[in-house]
């Protein structure tokens, strides 16, 4: 009988310590749970943010490709506007005559007649105004887009590491639940990983072993007295 006492008391003492062991482990294994709900979470709203980005740089560079339009159709009219004004300029300019009124002005002093860069300056400094408001707003719409797709890139990066590391601990969150129930199967006990008060059962089983051993001891004092 005392023989009997020994390895019952043996076996419980290995299973205490199988135990502890899970319990240690259980730890690592519910931390890694928490840290994965995090990480979707994380990957949930760096998606949803990279959806509004995408947006955003769309929208950028449609208005960016509009600037450049609306320059380039400029450019064309201001070089229409400027083969016009001289083909009407030069006209002009072979129908004045001293002492004769000009048709545009009524002057009878043509100072400009000779002058094709004087009478164009006007004109000149209007296009000038007008080409760098242009490309101004070109430069703008060039700037958001950059800023927009740079933006973009570091949402795209972000979610790529969060979405690599969530891979990662998925691996070691499989690998340590595998662990588990094969440790919980060598002594007989089964894991329910779903169960809320898991930790607390598992204290509450190794107390019962514990003081099963301590009773043990007991009973071999007795059969040694």
Same mark, same amino acid.
């Given at each position: 009988?005392?023989?009997?006492?020994?390895?019952?008391?043996?076996?419980?003492?290995?299973?205490?310590?199988?135990?502890?062991?899970? =319990?240690?482990?259980? *730890?690592?294994? !519910? +931390? $890694?749970? #928490?840290? @994965? /709900? %995090?990480?979707?979470?994380?990957?949930?709203?760096?998606?949803?943010?990279?959806?509004?980005?995408?947006?955003?740089?769309?929208?950028?560079?449609?208005?960016?490709?509009?600037?450049?339009?609306?320059?380039?159709?400029?450019?064309?009219?201001?070089?229409?506007?400027?083969?016009?004004?001289?083909?009407?300029?030069?006209?002009?300019?072979?129908?004045?005559?001293?002492?004769?009124?000009?048709?545009?002005?009524?002057?009878?002093?043509?100072?400009?007649?000779?002058?094709? =860069?004087?009478?164009? *300056?006007?004109? !000149? +400094? $209007?296009? #000038?105004? @007008? /080409? %760098?408001?242009?490309?101004?707003?070109?430069?703008?719409?060039?700037?958001?887009?950059?800023?927009?797709?740079?933006?973009?890139?570091?949402?795209?990066?972000?979610?790529?590491?969060?979405?690599?590391?969530?891979?990662?601990?998925?691996?070691?969150?499989?690998?340590?639940?595998?662990?588990?129930?094969?440790?919980?199967?060598?002594?007989?006990?089964?894991?329910?990983?779903?169960?809320?008060?898991?930790?607390?059962?598992?204290?509450?089983?190794?107390?019962?072993?514990? =003081?099963?051993?301590?009773?043990?001891?007991?009973?071999?004092? #007795?059969?040694?007295?």
């Amino acid at each position: 009988k005392l023989a009997d006492l020994n390895a019952i008391s043996e076996q419980k003492i290995q299973h205490i310590h199988k135990i502890s062991l899970i =319990q240690q482990q259980l *730890k690592q294994w !519910f +931390e $890694l749970k #928490q840290l @994965q /709900e %995090q990480q979707l979470e994380q990957l949930q709203k760096l998606q949803n943010e990279q959806s509004t980005c995408q947006n955003t740089h769309t929208e950028a560079s449609q208005a960016l490709s509009k600037a450049k339009q609306t320059r380039q159709q400029l450019q064309i009219i201001l070089q229409q506007q400027q083969r016009l004004h001289d083909a009407n300029i030069e006209k002009l300019r072979e129908q004045l005559k001293q002492d004769e009124a000009c048709i545009v002005c009524g002057s009878l002093e043509h100072p400009y007649r000779t002058n094709a =860069q004087a009478i164009s *300056k006007s004109l !000149f +400094e $209007l296009q #000038q105004q @007008q /080409e %760098q408001e242009a490309l101004e707003k070109e430069q703008q719409a060039l700037d958001a887009e950059k800023n927009a797709q740079q933006a973009l890139t570091k949402v795209i990066i972000q979610h790529q590491q969060i979405a690599s590391l969530f891979e990662q601990n998925k691996e070691k969150f499989v690998v340590l639940q595998q662990t588990l129930s094969s440790q919980a199967s060598d002594i007989a006990l089964q894991l329910d990983f779903e169960q809320k008060n898991l930790q607390l059962n598992l204290n509450t089983l190794k107390q019962e072993y514990e =003081q099963h051993v301590h009773d043990f001891k007991q009973q071999q004092q #007795q059969l040694l007295t």
